[in-house]
Each structure stands twice: as structure tokens, then as C-alpha cells.
Nanobody, 117 residues
């Protein structure tokens, strides 16, 4: 089992910045991808950004150029730096941990990001 602990959500004005963190603990051995997904009210969950252990990154189209994902393998931690936030970024952000070449993946409980003036 792997446990994910997310921090960093909150209320921010449009144009502002937030940084999310997610620490994985437990049975974290093996090759795994970590990332962030989000779900806004009435919408499906969508990918925000994911990063492999080799630091290959993929971003959702709506956040390219504004968000940056990074990872500290030694700390089993993934970060999401969010800049120039827009009201449409408002959602619950979920951390994900997926073991490569398996169907094993874990989700955090989510952290709310609210972009509003």
C-alpha cells in the first residue's frame, strides 16, 4: 500500500500562484509515475501534469506554460507550481501514484484550489 499526503491548496486571486506538494509513503519501491489530476464541479477528472522517475513530463493543454511539475525521488515527493492562476483552474486537485507497467495506482484525498477575486 502507498499513502499520499497532499498540501498546499487554498484560496488565491486570479493571476496569483500556489504550490502543491504530495508525499508518498509506504511501499514506494519500484518504478512509478507521479502526477496531478483535477476535477471541477460538474466536470470529469482531467490530467494536469505527470512526471516519471526519469523526469519525463506531460502537461494538460490548459496548463502548459503556467504550471510546472517537479519531483524529488529521494523524498518520494511531487510538486506542482501553479502560476498565473485563472478562475477556471478552480477544482479539487488529486495526487496520483502509478506503478509503471501495472494497473496499480493510488490517489490522494484531494486538495481544493479556489481561484477567485
Amino acid at each position: 500500500q502507498v499513502q499520499l499526503a497532499e498540501t498546499g491548496g487554498g484560496l488565491v486571486q486570479p493571476g496569483g500562484s500556489l504550490r502543491l506538494s504530495c508525499v508518498a509513503s509506504g511501499n514506494t519501491i519500484g518504478n512509478y509515475v507521479m502526477g496531478w489530476y483535477r476535477q471541477a464541479p460538474g466536470k470529469q477528472r482531467e490530467v494536469v501534469a505527470v512526471i516519471s522517475s526519469g523526469h519525463f513530463m506531460h502537461y494538460g493543454d490548459s496548463v502548459k506554460g503556467r504550471f510546472t511539475i517537479s519531483r524529488d525521488n529521494a523524498k518520494n515527493t511531487v510538486y506542482l507550481q501553479m502560476n498565473n492562476l485563472k478562475p477556471e483552474d478552480t477544482a479539487i486537485y488529486y495526487c496520483n501514484y502509478a506503478v509503471v507497467d501495472t494497473d496499480i495506482n493510488y490517489w490522494g484525498e484531494g486538495t481544493l484550489v479556489n481561484v477567485s477575486s
